[in-house]
Nanobody, 115 residues
Framework: QVHLLQRGGGLVQAGGSLTLSCAGF????????MTWHRQAPGKQRELVAA???????NYADSVKGRFTISRDIAKNTLYLQMNSLKSEDTAVYYC?????????WGQGTQVTVSL
């Protein structure tokens, strides 16, 4: 059974940094596309960052140069390093993995950036 367990998040001041992690159980991360999404209050869920089967990465324009997606194959863990955080980054963040045509989601973790 596939399970993604997220850790990290919390409250940080604008300009600060946070790292989110997403550990996988019942699934191997290597070779599978993975993403971080977020959903702010009153807004649609949006794609923040993605890492594909070849470990190439893509980012939403709003986070380019500030966020970094990475994964540690040995630890079967996905990360999102977030720097220079802004109030508009406040949202619930979700990790996902695409496995045999199905997207599995983590439980979500709240990130709140205060001014």
């Amino acid at each position: 059974q596939v399970h993604l367990l997220q850790r990290g998040g919390g409250l940080v001041q604008a300009g600060g940094s946070l790292t989110l992690s997403c550990a996988g159980f019942g699934v191997i991360f290597e070779g599978n596309p993975m993403t971080w999404h977020r959903q702010a209050p009153g807004k649609q869920r949006e794609l923040v960052a993605a890492i594909n089967t070849d470990s190439n990465t893509n980012y939403a324009d709003s986070v380019k140069g500030r966020f970094t997606i990475s994964r540690d194959i040995a630890k079967n863990t996905l990360y999102l390093q977030m720097n220079s955080l802004k109030s508009e980054d406040t949202a619930v963040y979700y990790c996902t993995i695409l496995l045999r045509g199905y997207d599995y989601w983590g439980q979500g973790t709240q990130v709140t950036v205060s001014l």
